[in-house]
Nanobody
Framework: QVQLVESGGGSVQAGGSLRLSCATSGNKYSLNCMGWFRQAPGNEREGVADVYIGDGSTNYADSVKGRFTISQDNTKNTLYLQMNSVKPGDTGMYYC???????????????????WGQGTQVTVST
């Protein structure tokens, strides 16, 4: 079994920064692709960023490109999402997700991921 635990959410003013963390544990060694998703009230869960653990390559949704950075620290078994220049539209519950990927190393589709954390809330005010 795999456990994903997010932390680092909170309230921040527009233009500010926040760093989310996702601690992984359990039988995670077969999971080589990870991502961050978010869901605002009344909206579908959408992919924000993903990373292929094998070579560190990343992929971003257009809405966050240039502002958010996904990274990993394999020594700490932790995935990060650095959020800069945040906007009110970035408000939502942020989820960490993991999957075993074969060939298609990048995906922002919710249905591609098998393991999910419980989420951490991010609120951006004007």
């Amino acid at each position: 079994q795999v456990q994903l635990v997010e932390s680092g959410g909170g309230s921040v003013q527009a233009g500010g920064s926040l760093r989310l963390s996702c601690a992984t544990s359990g039988n995670k060694y077969s999971l080589n692709c990870m991502g961050w998703f978010r869901q605002a009230p009344g909206n579908e869960r959408e992919g924000v960023a993903d990373v292929y653990i094998g070579d560190g390559s990343t992929n971003y949704a257009d809405s966050v490109k240039g502002r958010f950075t996904i990274s990993q620290d394999n020594t700490k078994n932790t995935l990060y999402l650095q959020m800069n220049s945040v906007k009110p539209g970035d408000t939502g519950m942020y989820y960490c997700a993991a999957r075993r990927c074969f060939g298609r190393y990048h995906s922002l589709l919710r249905g591609d991921y098998n393991y999910w954390g419980q989420g951490t809330q991010v609120t951006v005010s004007t």
